[in-house]
């Protein structure tokens, strides 16, 4: 068992490298964060007639999502109960039937085994096919369309696990009557550990500057200002959000649409935000305008604003397969998603402007930890920390400018909580106090600096 308190310090705010390297840690991860946290798995407007299915992954494990006649939603390990052959070879369909190409064994959208060649002739009619059917996920839900599945029988409700992060998912995802995602995913493989693009995208405001200084100048418009940290924006700009079991994100206001270099999102957004106030409130109407870069702890990120949502599947301690669809509100018309489906995959599809900006950074960030000794160092997340504080009207934990890592520290905090205790029973046991090493953390912060 990984010693996990060498590795995070969630007061001080800072980790170990080898959390990006380590195969024993990464082993540790499959059991215990992909082995309980919901993860994201599609959008129920992918499969709304019954028997049709898409398949996924969680953590390493692949799944088959289907579509029940009732219009319910199970999730099934997509592995042949015989000898273990991947059952669905297909991406998405409409099936009756998942038939396994090894032996020929046969099980229904309800993952019942109900045929197998020479059942007769071969079994005697006495394999009990009850006992083998396909192996189903614990917990199947979904939040406002977006289906998620739990390994965990003993893990909280979707509701529950999202917490107060749901209460600003809402803002999107709720606000004008529902988001979508228009798919299937674009994929593609990157050579990283799958918590840097994941903390990347729940906290940092701080490389979009440095790291896209070009793509951002190259694209104009009012962020063009942050290329080269020339114009760089501080208090007043945004915040940073960290909640319960780790979700987060760093928001800049009036940001929404500003990285299309079409304005039709933006004149949209700014029609529908009234109906936010009135529905939600103004905090959230102006959460909607503002440009989100976010985290569904472990590993699904999304930008609101720019349209992208993305799952980092892991493959191994230094690969991952990206998933990304395109984040889209129903009420749009069919020609505002065609056409922010292209900005979409202008910016951060596979080949995007800002997405290629990223990728070498992450690699590096991942495989320069090869080495015994570089592993044997810190990484900090110290910025913004002494800022770090309970909000009279925002749930969570807030950080008072984009640029900071209030949400890095909170991934990291309930990282490492989950990688240490045994059951969800020992989660729920800390629910009171999760917020006290953070806190504890900015107090140090601000009497370091007052010294
Ligand atoms: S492995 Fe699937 S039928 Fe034999
Ligand atoms: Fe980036």
Redesign the pocket.
Known sequence: MVNINELVDVAGAVQSKRVFWDQEVYEQELERVFGRCWLFLTHESQIPQPGDFVTAYMGEDKVIVVRQRDGSIKVFLNS?T????Q?CHADSGNAKAFT?S????SFGMDGELVALPLEQSAYYNRLDKSQWGLREVAKVDSYRGFVFGCFDPQAPTLAEYLGEMGWYLDTWMDGTGGAELIGPPMKSILRCNWKVPSENFIGDGYHVGWTHAAAIKVLGGPLAGLAGNAEIPFEDAGMQITSRHGHGFGVIWDGVGLLHDDPAYREYASAKAPEVAEKLGDWRAKFYMGHWNAGIFPNCSYLYGTNTFKVWNPRGPNEIEVWTWTLVEKAMSPELKREIVKQAIHTFGTAGTLESDDGENMETCTWSNRGPQTRKGLMNAQMGQLNDTEHPDLPGIVGKSFIGETSYRGFYRFWAELMQVESWEAVRANDATWKEPLIRGAANAKKERAA
Do not use: A, E, L, P
């Open positions: 042949c015989h000898r273990g052959n059952v396994c090894y032996h020929g064994w």
